[in-house]
């Protein structure tokens, strides 16, 4: 599977039109000294070798130099990831603290008010796009009471704190919508499911029933539904960075994209692709630890 | 080949002849969508607002959306100009209005491909099995494992800006989800007694396909065609408001979004606005999908 992914993120650089050799040696370098770059960067290879020379140096670490600021590839991501980091875990954070409650109280009075509401929001909400939430937060909450700044992310821990609340709260929102539509029905499922009858019948409270039962089998839903979703996610950090201004790996993707810089495309595209990967099997373990009739060996 | 008659003896594996199992066959699909909830129509009524609005731009829209007026740039909301100017002293009311000939054709478009290739190919893998089921299945588990956002901003930055790339890098990620779904309940129907009642019968493969596969295992995928839409139109906007999308002076509401977030603190309409089109856009396919899903459960 890595390799597989290493091979698209490859093929990417070879189907992409423009010469890297003169983009390196400049558009005004004599033709002798493009064909002594290509030398030099191994252009002049049989594609295979480059695959695999990409593919070895890349899994080891080595994702070659920026074209334009000749700085390690691996080394500019490295310095973009902790802003991303914190609005991953605070957004997903806030989105759960948001969704479960909601989903859990539609479902307990599926089709009453609170269903249709939280249905009714969930309708609006999906389709509004991330960024417009975060530049609707500017105007409606940064810019009226002066807590939280309109962009940036800030020096010591407490003012990253403050400059990252309303981006994650930005996410938060713009995943509540799909996040509680798919919750929702897998606790309306749960609810109807043969253990749940049974616990009600010999007796059991419905408030145990609903912490013994649904609520425990509800978390495993909730965690294969994040890790469903982390490209949906990944790509809200990408949207919500480029709208505050955080400089994060999201926001270094766009501008990378609008630098036309190749390489580092190839390795945040790397990067995300491996955080998927990486995320899958830590949800996998996770669910095995929440559901004890999950196999982890299957 | 001839079709069978109304009095062929031929009896499936559930002892069922033929007449009985013509009447199966065209059953399903028909009764599957035959209440149609009054939330498709309320959805159905905003979509074609919105498509009128696109047709009749032009007696609709006050002013050129391109006719810039550097002079009276930024002005607030007056009788000439409804909504004020943007920065370059452009009508936003009129490009508001024009940016829906850009939003819900692309939007569509970039829902439609995939849903026409996914299908496709997922009903032929379903149906024929063997290599080409293998081969789809493992290029799909590839297109998977990345951000599907992520990798079309490394698609598009190959092919370069505009509404071609976007269809294109939609259409060769999106096109998994589809083939999935409908592979699935390909898999299913193929194995109902219609099914092969049809085959002994000798009825022409290309028609088994058509008439029972896949008009019986659409359903679903249909079902999730209008949020897919949603995804699609929310995703172009995105694009467009990083800069990546379509490109200026044509006027798209992602982009508005993004020219009016410099002014937010004094031109609050400029940013909301085009939101709130999306918006309401939104709305109007999650009334049909909620819809739809609802009819399909029943």
Same mark, same amino acid.
């Given at each position: 599977?890595?390799?597989?992914?290493?091979?698209?993120?490859?093929?990417?650089?070879?189907?992409?039109?423009?010469?890297?050799?003169?983009?390196?040696?400049?558009?005004?370098? $004599?033709?002798?000294?493009?064909?002594?770059?290509?030398?030099?960067?191994?252009?002049?290879?049989?594609?295979?070798?480059?695959?695999?020379?990409?593919?070895?140096?890349?899994?080891?670490?080595?994702?070659?130099?920026?074209?334009?600021?000749?700085?390690?590839?691996?080394?500019?991501?490295?310095?973009?990831?902790?802003?991303?980091?914190? &609005?991953?875990?605070?957004? !997903?954070?806030?989105?759960?603290?948001?969704?479960?409650?909601?989903?859990? +109280?539609?479902?307990?009075?599926?089709?009453?008010?609170?269903?249709?509401?939280?249905?009714?929001?969930?309708?609006?909400?999906? =389709?509004?796009?991330?960024?417009?939430?975060?530049?609707? &937060?500017?105007?409606?909450?940064?810019? $009226?009471?002066?807590?939280?700044?309109?962009?940036?992310? =800030?020096?010591?821990?407490?003012?990253?704190?403050?400059? +990252? !609340?309303?981006?994650?709260?930005? &996410?938060?929102?713009?995943?509540?919508?799909?996040?509680?539509?798919?919750?929702?029905?897998?606790?309306?499922?749960?609810?109807?499911?043969?253990?749940?009858?049974?616990?009600?019948?010999? =007796?059991?409270?419905?408030?145990?029933?609903?912490?013994?039962?649904?609520?425990?089998?509800?978390?495993?839903?909730?965690? !294969?539904?994040?890790?469903?979703?982390?490209?949906?996610?990944?790509?809200?950090?990408?949207?919500?960075?480029?709208?505050?201004?955080?400089?994060?790996?999201?926001?270094?993707?766009?501008?990378?994209?609008?630098?036309?810089?190749?390489?580092?495309?190839?390795?945040?595209?790397?990067?995300?692709?491996?955080?998927?990967?990486?995320?899958?099997?830590?949800?996998?373990?996770?669910?095995?630890?929440?559901?004890?009739?999950?196999?982890?060996?299957? | 080949?001839?079709?069978?008659?109304?009095?062929?003896?031929?009896?499936?594996?559930?002892?069922?002849?033929?007449?009985?199992?013509?009447?199966?066959?065209?059953?399903?699909?028909?009764?599957?969508?035959?209440?149609?909830?009054?939330?498709?129509?309320?959805?159905?009524?905003?979509?074609?607002?919105?498509?009128?609005?696109?047709?009749?731009?032009?007696?609709?829209?006050?002013?050129?959306?391109?006719?810039?007026?550097?002079?009276?740039?930024?002005?607030?909301?007056?009788?000439?100009?409804?909504?004020?100017?943007?920065?370059?002293?452009?009508?936003?009311?009129?490009?508001?209005?024009?940016?829906? *000939?850009?939003?819900?054709?692309?939007?569509?478009?970039?829902?439609?491909?995939?849903?026409?290739?996914?299908?496709?190919?997922?009903?032929?893998?379903?149906?024929?099995?063997?290599?080409?089921?293998?081969?789809?299945?493992?290029?799909?588990?590839?297109?998977?494992?990345?951000?599907?956002?992520?990798?079309?901003?490394?698609?598009?930055?190959?092919?370069?800006?505009?509404?071609?790339?976007?269809?294109?890098?939609?259409?060769?990620?999106?096109?998994?989800?589809?083939? *999935?779904?409908?592979?699935?309940?390909?898999?299913?129907?193929?194995?109902?007694?219609?099914?092969?009642?049809?085959?002994?019968?000798?009825?022409?493969?290309?028609?088994?396909?058509?008439?029972?596969?896949?008009?019986?295992?659409?359903?679903?995928?249909?079902?999730?065609?209008?949020?897919?839409?949603?995804?699609?139109?929310?995703?172009?906007?995105?694009?467009?408001?990083?800069?990546?999308?379509?490109?200026?002076?044509?006027?798209?509401?992602?982009?508005?979004?993004?020219?009016?977030?410099?002014?937010? *603190?004094?031109?609050?309409?400029?940013?909301?606005?085009?939101?709130?089109?999306?918006?309401?856009?939104?709305?109007?396919?999650?009334?049909?999908?909620?819809?739809?899903?609802?009819?399909?459960?029943?």
């Amino acid at each position: 599977m890595l390799f597989a992914i290493v091979l698209v993120v490859f093929l990417l650089l070879q189907i992409t039109p423009g010469d890297p050799a003169r983009q390196v040696a400049g558009l005004r370098a $004599p033709d002798e000294q493009v064909e002594k770059v290509r030398e030099s960067l191994g252009l002049t290879d049989p594609i295979i070798v480059q695959y695999w020379r990409y593919a070895t140096s890349a899994l080891g670490g080595d994702l070659g130099y920026s074209y334009k600021s000749q700085q390690p590839v691996t080394e500019i991501i490295g310095e973009r990831l902790e802003p991303t980091i914190w &609005l991953m875990v605070l957004g !997903t954070l806030l989105a759960i603290l948001i969704s479960v409650p909601l989903a859990v +109280i539609a479902a307990l009075r599926r089709d009453k008010l609170a269903d249709h509401m939280v249905r009714g929001f969930g309708l609006v909400g999906i =389709g509004m796009p991330a960024f417009w939430i975060g530049v609707m &937060l500017i105007l409606l909450v940064a810019l $009226p009471t002066g807590w939280f700044p309109v962009g940036g992310f =800030g020096g010591d821990p407490l003012e990253k704190l403050r400059s +990252i !609340t309303l981006p994650a709260v930005t &996410l938060a929102i713009g995943s509540a919508p799909i996040l509680i539509r798919s919750l929702r029905a897998s606790i309306l499922n749960i609810l109807q499911s043969d253990y749940v009858a049974t616990a009600r019948s010999i =007796g059991m409270p419905p408030r145990v029933v609903l912490r013994k039962f649904v609520l425990r089998n509800a978390a495993a839903s909730t965690v !294969t539904l994040l890790a469903l979703e982390i490209g949906f996610l990944l790509f809200g950090a990408v949207v919500i960075e480029s709208t505050f201004a955080i400089n994060g790996v999201g926001e270094g993707i766009v501008l990378a994209a609008r630098g036309r810089d190749m390489a580092l495309i190839q390795g945040y595209t790397l990067m995300f692709a491996l955080v998927v990967v990486f995320v899958y099997l830590v949800s996998d373990a996770v669910i095995a630890m929440l559901d004890p009739r999950v196999d982890i060996g299957s | 080949m001839s079709g069978p008659t109304g009095h062929n003896p031929l009896i499936t594996d559930s002892g069922i002849g033929l007449d009985e199992v013509e009447e199966a066959r065209a059953i399903p699909s028909r009764k599957r969508f035959k209440t149609v909830p009054r939330k498709v129509w309320i959805g159905a009524a905003i979509i074609t607002a919105f498509a009128l609005v696109a047709i009749f731009a032009p007696l609709l829209a006050p002013f050129d959306p391109l006719a810039q007026d550097p002079v009276n740039n930024l002005t607030p909301p007056d009788s000439t100009h409804l909504l004020g100017t943007d920065e370059l002293g452009r009508d936003v009311l009129s490009r508001l209005i024009y940016a829906t *000939r850009t939003d819900l054709p692309i939007g569509l478009l970039a829902a439609l491909f995939p849903f026409l290739v996914g299908t496709v190919l997922g009903t032929l893998a379903g149906f024929f099995g063997g290599f080409i089921d293998a081969l789809t299945m493992r290029i799909s588990d590839i297109v998977q494992a990345f951000p599907s956002y992520i990798l079309v901003i490394a698609l598009v930055f190959v092919l370069g800006p505009g509404a071609k790339s976007i269809l294109i890098a939609f259409t060769a990620l999106g096109w998994v989800v589809y083939a *999935r779904i409908i592979r699935t309940e390909v898999l299913r129907v193929r194995s109902a007694d219609y099914v092969k009642a049809a085959k002994v019968s000798g009825l022409p493969t290309r028609g088994i396909l058509v008439r029972d596969v896949f008009r019986n295992s659409v359903g679903p995928s249909l079902v999730y065609f209008p949020s897919d839409i949603v995804f699609a139109t929310l995703a172009l906007a995105a694009f467009s408001f990083l800069g990546l999308g379509i490109p200026p002076p044509t006027p798209e509401w992602g982009a508005m979004i993004a020219d009016g977030q410099a002014h937010i *603190r004094e031109q609050w309409w400029l940013s909301t606005l085009p939101g709130v089109m999306i918006v309401l856009l939104g709305l109007g396919y999650s009334l049909i999908g909620d819809g739809l899903e609802e009819s399909l459960d029943k």
